[in-house]
Protein backbone atom coordinates (compact mmCIF):
# COMPACT_ATOMS: atom_id res chain seq x y z
CA UNK A 1 0.00 0.00 0.00
CA UNK A 2 2.52 2.54 1.33
CA UNK A 3 5.07 1.53 -1.67
CA UNK A 4 1.65 2.01 -4.51
CA UNK A 5 1.15 5.53 -2.68
CA UNK A 6 4.72 6.23 -3.47
CA UNK A 7 4.99 5.14 -6.93
CA UNK A 8 1.93 7.23 -7.73
CA UNK A 9 2.95 10.60 -5.60
CA UNK A 10 6.55 10.29 -7.80
CA UNK A 11 4.77 9.79 -10.93
CA UNK A 12 2.75 12.93 -10.13
CA UNK A 13 5.83 14.80 -9.02
CA UNK A 14 7.92 14.19 -12.34
CA UNK A 15 4.35 15.18 -13.90
CA UNK A 16 4.07 18.28 -12.32
CA UNK A 17 7.87 19.40 -12.82
CA UNK A 18 8.03 18.34 -16.67
CA UNK A 19 4.93 20.10 -17.62
CA UNK A 20 5.90 23.11 -14.69
CA UNK A 21 9.43 23.32 -16.29
CA UNK A 22 7.30 23.84 -20.05
CA UNK A 23 5.81 26.72 -18.71
CA UNK A 24 9.27 28.22 -17.02
CA UNK A 25 10.53 28.13 -20.36
CA UNK A 26 8.12 29.43 -21.97
CA UNK A 27 7.53 32.61 -20.15
CA UNK A 28 11.69 32.75 -19.39
CA UNK A 29 12.01 36.30 -21.73
CA UNK A 30 8.58 38.06 -19.72
CA UNK A 31 10.06 36.67 -15.99
CA UNK A 32 13.40 37.89 -16.61
CA UNK A 33 12.37 41.10 -17.78
CA UNK A 34 10.33 41.41 -14.55
CA UNK A 35 13.03 40.13 -12.48
CA UNK A 36 15.22 42.59 -14.39
CA UNK A 37 13.41 45.63 -12.60
CA UNK A 38 14.39 44.20 -8.84
CA UNK A 39 17.37 43.38 -9.66
CA UNK A 40 19.71 45.01 -12.23
CA UNK A 41 21.99 42.40 -13.02
CA UNK A 42 19.21 40.14 -14.35
CA UNK A 43 18.21 43.60 -16.51
CA UNK A 44 22.02 44.15 -17.64
CA UNK A 45 22.30 40.41 -18.71
CA UNK A 46 18.92 40.22 -20.17
CA UNK A 47 19.98 38.69 -23.58
CA UNK A 48 22.81 36.37 -21.75
CA UNK A 49 20.97 35.01 -19.08
CA UNK A 50 17.68 34.05 -21.37
CA UNK A 51 20.20 31.65 -23.83
CA UNK A 52 21.63 30.20 -20.43
CA UNK A 53 18.11 29.42 -18.78
CA UNK A 54 16.75 28.52 -21.74
CA UNK A 55 19.53 25.93 -22.99
CA UNK A 56 19.46 24.55 -19.08
CA UNK A 57 15.93 24.73 -18.96
CA UNK A 58 15.56 22.48 -22.22
CA UNK A 59 18.33 20.48 -20.84
CA UNK A 60 16.92 19.69 -17.64
CA UNK A 61 13.52 18.66 -19.40
CA UNK A 62 15.26 16.39 -21.43
CA UNK A 63 16.24 15.02 -17.96
CA UNK A 64 13.11 14.70 -16.90
CA UNK A 65 11.61 13.22 -20.26
CA UNK A 66 14.24 10.17 -19.48
CA UNK A 67 13.44 9.93 -16.47
CA UNK A 68 9.71 9.70 -16.79
CA UNK A 69 10.30 7.16 -19.73
CA UNK A 70 12.72 5.06 -17.11
CA UNK A 71 9.54 5.28 -15.10
CA UNK A 72 7.20 3.54 -17.10
CA UNK A 73 9.31 0.93 -17.19
CA UNK A 74 9.26 0.76 -13.13
CA UNK A 75 5.37 0.74 -13.44
CA UNK A 76 6.17 -2.32 -15.73
CA UNK A 77 7.99 -4.22 -13.11
CA UNK A 78 10.39 -4.68 -16.29
CA UNK A 79 13.48 -2.24 -14.90
CA UNK A 80 16.19 -3.91 -16.68
CA UNK A 81 16.07 -2.84 -20.03
CA UNK A 82 18.22 -1.36 -22.60
CA UNK A 83 16.24 1.65 -22.91
CA UNK A 84 16.97 2.37 -19.24
CA UNK A 85 20.58 2.19 -20.17
CA UNK A 86 20.47 4.51 -22.91
CA UNK A 87 18.10 7.02 -20.93
CA UNK A 88 20.44 7.02 -17.77
CA UNK A 89 24.04 8.10 -20.28
CA UNK A 90 21.57 10.60 -22.23
CA UNK A 91 20.78 11.87 -18.44
CA UNK A 92 24.42 12.13 -17.71
CA UNK A 93 25.42 13.66 -20.79
CA UNK A 94 22.68 16.59 -20.13
CA UNK A 95 23.97 16.94 -16.80
CA UNK A 96 27.39 17.46 -17.90
CA UNK A 97 26.27 19.91 -20.89
CA UNK A 98 23.71 21.97 -17.83
CA UNK A 99 27.09 22.05 -15.95
CA UNK A 100 29.11 23.58 -18.94
CA UNK A 101 26.71 25.94 -19.79
CA UNK A 102 26.75 27.45 -16.19
CA UNK A 103 30.52 27.65 -16.23
CA UNK A 104 29.26 30.55 -18.94
CA UNK A 105 27.36 32.60 -15.91
CA UNK A 106 30.59 32.35 -14.48
CA UNK A 107 31.78 34.78 -16.69
CA UNK A 108 29.23 37.15 -16.21
CA UNK A 109 28.43 37.22 -12.12
CA UNK A 110 30.11 34.60 -9.43
CA UNK A 111 28.14 33.38 -6.96
CA UNK A 112 28.64 30.46 -4.27
CA UNK A 113 25.25 29.16 -5.90
CA UNK A 114 26.71 29.17 -9.10
CA UNK A 115 29.72 26.79 -8.49
CA UNK A 116 27.80 24.39 -6.42
CA UNK A 117 25.35 24.22 -9.22
CA UNK A 118 27.67 23.46 -11.34
CA UNK A 119 29.00 21.23 -8.54
CA UNK A 120 26.02 19.23 -8.45
CA UNK A 121 25.27 18.40 -12.12
CA UNK A 122 28.78 17.50 -12.83
CA UNK A 123 27.91 14.57 -9.84
CA UNK A 124 24.24 13.91 -11.21
CA UNK A 125 26.40 13.36 -14.41
CA UNK A 126 28.86 11.07 -13.24
CA UNK A 127 26.31 9.71 -11.35
CA UNK A 128 23.83 8.90 -14.13
CA UNK A 129 26.63 7.43 -16.79
CA UNK A 130 28.27 4.99 -13.96
CA UNK A 131 24.54 3.58 -13.45
CA UNK A 132 24.21 3.52 -16.62
CA UNK A 133 26.91 0.83 -16.62
CA UNK A 134 25.63 -0.82 -13.72
CA UNK A 135 22.32 -1.12 -15.58
CA UNK A 136 23.95 -2.36 -18.50
CA UNK A 137 25.62 -4.93 -16.95
CA UNK A 138 22.26 -6.10 -15.13
CA UNK A 139 20.61 -6.17 -18.11
CA UNK A 140 23.04 -8.59 -19.87
CA UNK A 141 22.75 -10.83 -16.66
CA UNK A 142 18.69 -10.65 -16.60
CA UNK A 143 18.92 -11.26 -20.59
CA UNK A 144 21.29 -14.55 -19.89
CA UNK A 145 19.11 -15.68 -17.09
CA UNK A 146 16.16 -15.19 -19.45
CA UNK A 147 18.02 -17.41 -22.43
CA UNK A 148 18.91 -20.20 -19.59
CA UNK A 149 15.35 -20.58 -18.65
Not at 29 to 58: E, W
Request: net charge positive; with cysteine.
Amino acid sequence: MKENFLVRATKVLLDIMFYAGIAVIVTLPVSVRIYGQLNDYFARYYVQLIILFAVSGVLAELILYELRRMFRTVLANDCFVEANVKSLDRMGTYSFLISLVTVGRLFLYLTPAVLIIILVFVIAGLFSKVLSRVFERAVAYKLENDLTI
